[in-house]
């Protein structure tokens, strides 16, 4: 397969509908989250679902966004990943009803469920499907959440910090370099640290399960220690980056995980490498888990911060333990 890459053509964004400030938040928790929320973590408002908007409403319209950036149309994708934690259903897939709306003809299609590491995981496969075998020229990649359905607003610890949306990814054959390398990481130790607990075969949910109110909504049992990132972060860029031969001073933009911006100033002064090469957005839109990346790819590349040429680094890590890491080039695709 040498002289064979796969390449982002196109990407696409998708806000939910309704904006919940700190202020309002603050409000009806009782106390001032701005401190913490929006000191430490960088958040002042969220984005969540308006009633009438799903995991899959927003996957939909990042897709479609992604496809009108990419020039494709529905009926040149050959697969369909969707990367979400919070599906429209428990069955079918997630990726069968973003496929049915988007009309896809003769894609194939499944979810990835891999914590808020889903879009890197899904974007690893993503480009060893193209490289791998010819029968796919273009993979549509989706990265989405709505986490804001499994939350206990007086949960302050849930509530202040998850939010909604999508961000989507046109992933095509070319003949020139686009991602590099990429690595994924795991530790299952962490499995029962966070999460949502009742729903799935372990725990129905019962008339019991949801008068409790508790393993139904989104819980932190136990606190990551901050080293996960803060030293895990490091360690796989710097394993990536060493497998293509280029160092973190080669790096033109990181987009991390955005879910806590002290974290990220930590890590980039470890890396010695400047805030202004790490584009952030959870400020306007809160965290997104597994379409955080996507989205923030998107912000930056509008924004100007995404050049053609640059050396692109894309990291996100979450509840599983799960982490990835992908490099790539970008190269804007020519009018």
């Excluded at 040498?2 to 928790?29: C, F, K, M, W, Y």
């Excluded at 509008?302 to 599983?320: I, K, M």
Aim: proline residues 4%.
């Amino acid at each position: 397969m040498t002289g064979v890459h796969a390449a982002i053509t196109g990407t696409g964004i998708a806000l939910a509908g309704r904006v919940v400030t700190n202020a309002e938040l603050s409000a009806r928790l009782g106390e001032n989250i701005a401190p913490f929320v929006e000191g430490t973590l960088g958040i002042r408002e969220r984005r969540w679902c308006l009633p009438d908007e799903s995991t899959a409403t927003l996957a939909t319209a990042a897709a479609r966004d992604a496809l009108a950036d990419a020039g494709c149309a529905p009926e040149d994708i050959d697969l369909l990943i969707v990367a979400t934690d919070t599906p429209e259903y428990v069955s079918p897939a997630t990726s069968s009803v973003v496929h049915g709306r988007l009309g896809l003809t003769r894609a194939g299609t499944f979810d990835m469920n891999a914590g808020c590491a889903g879009f890197v995981t899904a974007l690893d496969a993503a480009w060893k499907y193209v490289r791998a075998d010819e029968r796919y020229q273009r993979v549509l990649v989706v990265g989405a959440y709505a986490m804001s359905r499994y939350l206990d607003p007086r949960d302050k610890k849930t509530a202040t910090i998850f939010a909604d949306g999508a961000g989507a990814v046109v992933v095509e054959r070319a003949a020139h370099p686009g991602v590099l390398a990429s690595e994924l990481f795991a530790d299952g130790r962490w499995c029962d640290d966070m999460g949502i607990f009742a729903g799935g075969t372990r725990e129905p949910i019962t008339a019991e399960v949801v008068a409790d109110g508790y393993r139904n909504h989104l819980r932190f049992v136990r606190k990551y220690p901050a080293s996960i990132n803060e030293d895990g972060w490091p360690r796989i860029v710097r394993s990536v980056l060493s497998r293509i031969g280029r160092s973190t001073d080669d790096v033109d933009c990181w987009l991390w995980t955005q879910v806590n911006r002290s974290t990220i100033e930590t890590v980039m002064h470890t890396l010695d490498a400047p805030m202004s090469k790490a584009p952030t957005m959870m400020d306007r839109v809160g965290y997104t888990g597994s379409a955080c990346l996507p989205m923030v790819l998107h912000d930056a590349r509008r924004a100007g911060r995404v050049r053609d040429g640059a050396l692109v680094v894309l990291t996100g890590s979450g509840a599983g333990l799960a982490m990835g890491c992908v490099a790539l080039e970008w190269r804007e695709r020519a009018a």
